[in-house]
């Protein structure tokens, strides 16, 4: 085990341009939001960002789609950020929409290992376009595909130097599945804890798919 803490820029700085990021929060609730302004302000692009929203405007990862640092998105909803929509229609951003339910199972599938998943969300719809369909006792299913990223960018209430993470009520949302399906996994905490400090069964997150600690304050 080791001591996984590092700069808020040495961790940005190991993300190249064109990488695919899971960004976890709900509207920014529970969002990285150092990460992502450091990836402003390193000016990382052509980024391929999943996450369940684009947030709004000047909030959370909304603010990356405003920088024009995104080439892609798939996300549940874009409905909050007009930027995320003009950019859609011009072209300048690809966007691809997945009901929250099957984008939440199809990252927990990338995370866990699985094929893909079965679900009849969609079905009948423009979202089983291009899509496989299973039938399974008469029930038509579509066949999602798993989603992983290069990297994983989470928000945890607490760390501890090793990297096991919990997270604050909500705000826990997509972070563990993200943290699951990142090949890369860099965790912004508040507070940062001696190893020991935190219970076992308080662990939401352990140390093992975490890679690297920063914090979520300045200091």
């Known amino acids: 085990m080791m001591n996984k803490l590092i700069s808020l820029e040495e961790a940005v700085a190991r993300i190249p341009d064109g990488a695919s990021l899971l960004i976890g929060g709900f509207m920014a609730v529970g969002g990285p939001n150092r990460l992502v302004d450091e990836l402003i302000r390193q000016g990382k692009r052509d980024l391929t960002i999943i996450a369940n929203d684009t947030a709004r405007p000047n909030n959370g990862l909304g603010k990356l789609v405003v920088e024009k640092l995104v080439r892609r998105v798939v996300t549940s909803h874009i409905g909050l950020n007009p930027e995320t929509q003009k950019q859609m229609i011009a072209g300048d ?56 990223a290069d990297f994983a ?36 905490a508040e507070d940062i804890l001696p190893v020991g400090c935190i219970p076992p069964d308080a662990v939401m997150t352990p140390s093992v798919l975490v890679d690297h600690i920063v914090t979520a304050t300045r200091r």
């Open 93 to 148: 951003i690809e966007v691809e929409l997945v009901p929250q339910g099957t984008l939440a199972e199809r990252i927990r599938a990338g995370g866990v290992g699985l094929g893909g998943v079965l679900t009849p969300t969609g079905v009948g719809t423009t979202v089983e376009e291009g899509k496989r369909t299973v039938e399974i006792d008469g029930v038509t299913y579509l066949l999602e595909m798993p989603i992983k």
């Open 153 to 188: 960018l989470v928000a945890a209430k607490q760390a501890d130097l090793y990297g096991n993470l919990t997270y604050a009520l909500t705000a826990r949302n997509f972070n563990p599945l993200m943290a699951m399906a990142g090949a890369t996994v860099i965790a912004e």
